[in-house]
T-cell receptor
């Protein structure tokens, strides 16, 4: 059974304290690995798509990387406005209907 | 550009009542879908559509119906509400159903409580 597992469930950081969020996935058949950000009371907002091991993408203080077994979302010098729940999803099969979401990591950044 | 619009934002139902959650997108997206999000669980797919007139079941379809008569609209019907359907429901759309090159665009959700 295809699975996507995120860790930790929750992460509390001080402003400026860099860290990483982890997303491990079932290896076989992965066609894309997605990161989304979700603010309270809102729908998820797309951040990145990664397709192959070794790929990296950056956006402001965020950098997503992909290996053969997991993906990391690195947050460099976070600010309070980076506080949110970060979701990853694995795309398997030939349709968007085959996306599998992890349970998310809730990030809190204190000033 | 409104994106994906969901109505209502909040709804309280009694067990056994029926209702329709509305979803509309103005981006001419081919793919539309409904997810539910429960505490401690990831987003779970209820139903999806790869184009007008075409729908299919996701991971948790029981108790829900969908139809897609137009490209823009994808309503979700609860036939006879049960407390287990208390959840936050998200509609999402994407330009392409068959390619992961286009990400999902989500609405802001409908919070449903069934008493």
């Amino acid at each position: 059974e295809d699975q996507v597992t995120q860790s930790p469930e929750a992460l509390r950081l001080q402003e400026g304290e860099s860290s990483s969020l982890n997303c491990s996935y079932t290896v076989s058949g992965l066609r894309g690995l997605f990161w989304y950000r979700q603010d309270p009371g809102k729908g998820p907002e797309f951040l990145f798509t990664l397709y192959s091991a070794g790929e990296e993408k950056e956006k402001e203080r965020l950098k997503a990387t992909l290996t053969k077994k997991e993906s990391f979302l690195h947050i460099t010098a976070p600010k309070p406005e980076d506080s949110a729940t970060y979701l990853c999803a694995g795309g398997y099969g030939g349709s968007q209907g085959n996306l599998i979401f992890g349970k998310g990591t809730k990030l809190s950044v204190k000033p | 550009n409104a994106g994906v619009t969901q109505t209502p934002k909040f709804q309280v139902l009694k067990t056994g009542q029926s209702m329709t959650l509305q979803c509309a997108q103005d981006m001419n997206h081919e793919y539309m879908s409904w997810y539910r999000q429960d505490p401690g669980m990831g987003l779970r797919l209820i139903h999806y559509s790869v184009g007008a007139g075409i729908t299919d079941q996701g991971e948790v379809p029981n108790g829900y119906n969908v139809s897609r008569s137009t490209t823009e609209d994808f309503p979700l019907r609860l036939l006879s509400a049960a407390p287990s359907q208390t959840s936050v429901y998200f509609c999402a759309s994407s330009y392409s159903a068959s390619s992961y090159n286009s990400p999902l665009h989500f609405g802001n959700g409908t919070r449903l409580t069934v008493t």
